[in-house]
T-cell receptor, first 112, second 116 residues
Framework: SAVISQKPSRDICQRGTSLTIQCQVD?????MFWYRQQPGQSLTLIAT?????????ESGFVIDKFPISRPNLTFSTLTVSNMSPEDSSIYLC?????????FGSGTRLTVV | AQKVTQAQTEISVVEKEDVTLDCVYE???????LFWYKQPPSGELVFLIR??????QNEISGRYSWNFQKSTSSFNFTITASQVVDSAVYFC?????????????FGTGTRLTIIP
């Protein structure tokens, strides 16, 4: 299965600022998925990113708040914009490489 | 819409006991895929198993076993002779027929604590 390098692993940010999270995959993949895991909660999909097209966002998530870049088949970024304490979560990227989905190690974001 | 229910929020057992984690799912798809993931305290998600809807055979991998019953829409996970290293949050998840190109729908997770 693929190996995903996700960074930063954690950050503490001031409200109103933005943070960009990067995911690098060691093989080419068609789709990359971005999830959010709020404290003590399950994982919720933010958006799906295809190379060469705009990301597809789930209900409740908008591009202005979570812009996504997918410049090639091995890399993607998720930006959390104009952050508030409610954005404090773990953010994970994921790809399919069989037999299951592989996840990055996560970015633990705390907004103060 | 797809839905995964893990009714057990937290379970604690003494080491070496057997424990079963329940998972019930809802989907309108006739072809779908079920997954179990482990999230240890370090936070990463570890893939454990994928089961296809057309294959109802149970599976065993070492101390782990999975019981898939389409009739009750359940995909339960049993750990035999539990160990402290099994302490983690376990998520059951569901994907439709286009797995690999569509999202996973996760249950709320079961936090398993193994008491030494």
């Amino acid at each position: 299965s693929a190996v995903i390098s996700q960074k930063p692993s954690r950050d503490i940010c001031q409200r109103g600022t933005s943070l960009t999270i990067q995911c690098q995959v060691d093989s080419q993949v068609t789709m990359m998925f971005w999830y959010r895991q709020q404290p003590g909660q399950s994982l919720t999909l933010i958006a799906t990113a295809n190379q060469g097209s705009e990301a597809t966002y789930e209900s409740g998530f908008v591009i202005d708040k979570f812009p996504i870049s997918r410049p090639n088949l091995t890399f993607s970024t998720l930006t959390v914009s104009n952050m508030s304490p409610e954005d404090s979560s773990i953010y994970l990227c994921s790809v399919w490489t069989g037999p299951g989905y592989t996840f990055g190690s996560g970015t633990r974001l705390t907004v103060v | 819409a797809q839905k995964v229910t893990q009714a057990q929020t937290e379970i604690s057992v003494v080491e070496k006991e057997d424990v079963t984690l329940d998972c019930v799912y809802e989907t309108r798809d006739t072809t779908y895929y079920l997954f179990w993931y482990k999230q240890p305290p370090s936070g990463e998600l570890v893939f454990l198993i994928r089961r296809n809807s057309f294959d109802e055979q149970n599976e065993i991998s070492g101390r782990y076993s999975w019981n898939f019953q389409k009739s009750t829409s359940s995909f339960n996970f049993t750990i035999t002779a539990s160990q402290v290293v099994d302490s983690a949050v376990y998520f059951c998840a569901l994907s439709g027929r286009y797995f690999g190109n569509e999202k996973l729908t996760f249950g709320t997770g079961t936090r398993l604590t193994i008491i030494p």
